[in-house]
């Protein structure tokens, strides 16, 4: 039993465990329509979520990824709408360059948090937060505190609610960057140097290791996944909001400490994280459809990110016990 406990987690018992409460709770909740609107709301932090397991496997994190999905928001859609105004009859031009530039400004801070992290030695915790209050300002200096609109209304009708493949498109974006990090991660030799760096940066520097590349490269992913996640959510509101993603840095590594990636780094596995995006989804889904109160919510979710942390100090140790013996 202690094997299993260290090798799977604690994880799909309180899967389990909630499906059971809010089930019995609302009749509604473990219907078709549910589920689905249930995946769709999980998609977006799935993708943010297994950035922030790039950057965790090298014993850092990000808490600027809430700032990324408001900055590629505003700058993507304040793009977007400049172009599509300038050229009203190139509306997929206009929804590509708005993307690109949403995605690109998320890759300058991730680029930002790397340098200062790897090169500069600044703490990851007082790097990203430092960006975050930066970006948020940005965001808020540009928009005025506003909604952007003036986007080409088919942004939102196949980004935002539209199906590709038989499947709502923020699903399908999320399955397929699923695919692409665990592919990284399992089949790459950039995988296999973000597990070495998080377990031991000096024994993967003098291993021949490029530890300063690394640690960018892992901060340029996550950002990337937060910055998709960001254009695909300004696509659902169908407006450029500088006040969203505040929620993500928490939510995200609680989805991860809890699929039990160590903040220590050097392990998580990709499908895991997506369950603890997916748990922390239903958790969130469950509370709304028996009407708890948002603060509340916030306070729970809290809760499960230090019950998380426990579990993960219980694992280390259980597991330093086991290969003692």
């Known amino acids: 039993m202690t094997r299993l406990f260290v090798k799977v987690g604690v994880l799909p018992i309180l899967v389990v465990i909630a499906v059971a409460i809010f089930a019995s709770a609302s009749?509604?909740?473990?219907?078709?329509?549910?589920?689905?609107?249930?995946?769709?709301?999980?998609?977006?932090?799935?993708?943010?979520?297994?950035?922030?397991?790039?950057?965790?496997?090298?014993?850092?994190?990000?808490?600027?990824?809430?700032?990324?999905?408001?900055?590629?928001?505003?700058?993507?859609?304040?793009t977007m709408a400049a172009t599509y105004a300038a050229f009203p009859e190139s509306v997929y031009l206009a929804i590509l360059v708005g993307m690109a530039a949403g995605v690109a400004v998320g890759l300058v801070v991730g680029f930002i948090n790397g340098i200062g992290v790897a090169h500069f030695q600044v703490s990851p915790f007082v790097m990203t937060l430092g960006i975050s209050s930066i970006g948020f300002g940005i965001a808020l200096y540009m928009t005025g505190g506003s909604p952007v609109y003036g986007m080409p209304m088919e942004f939102g009708n196949t980004f935002g609610f539209g199906n590709?493949?038989?499947?709502?498109?923020?699903?399908?974006?999320?399955?397929?960057?699923?695919?692409?990090?665990?592919?990284?991660?399992?089949?790459?030799?950039?995988?296999?140097?973000?597990?070495?760096?998080?377990g031991n940066i000096n024994a993967a520097r003098l291993s021949g290791i490029n530890t300063h590349k690394t640690l960018i490269l892992a901060y340029l992913l996550c950002a990337s996944f937060a910055a998709m996640?960001?254009?695909l959510i300004t696509a659902r509101l169908d407006t450029g909001e500088a006040n969203i993603g505040a929620a993500m840095p928490l939510e995200s590594i609680a989805a991860c400490v809890i699929a039990g990636v160590s903040l220590r780094g050097g392990i998580g596995r990709v499908e895991h994280v997506v369950l603890g995006a997916v748990f922390i989804s239903l958790v969130q889904n469950g509370m709304n459809l028996t009407r708890v109160e948002s603060y509340l919510q916030t306070v729970v979710i809290g809760a499960l990110l230090i019950f998380a942390v426990i579990v993960d100090q219980i694992r280390i140790r259980l597991r330093a016990k086991l290969g003692a013996h």
Request: proline share 2%.
């Open 27 to 78: 009749e509604n909740f473990l219907t078709a329509r549910n589920l689905l609107n249930l995946l769709r709301q999980s998609s977006y932090l799935v993708m943010v979520s297994i950035g922030q397991m790039f950057v965790l496997l090298t014993a850092g994190f990000d808490l600027s990824v809430g700032t990324i999905i408001a900055l590629s928001s505003v700058v993507g859609a304040t």
């Open 164 to 198: 590709i493949l038989g499947l709502p498109t923020p699903i399908l974006v999320a399955l397929l960057m699923t695919i692409f990090a665990m592919v990284i991660v399992n089949r790459t030799r950039l995988g296999r140097y973000f597990y070495a760096v998080g």
């Open 229 to 231: 996640a960001g254009m």
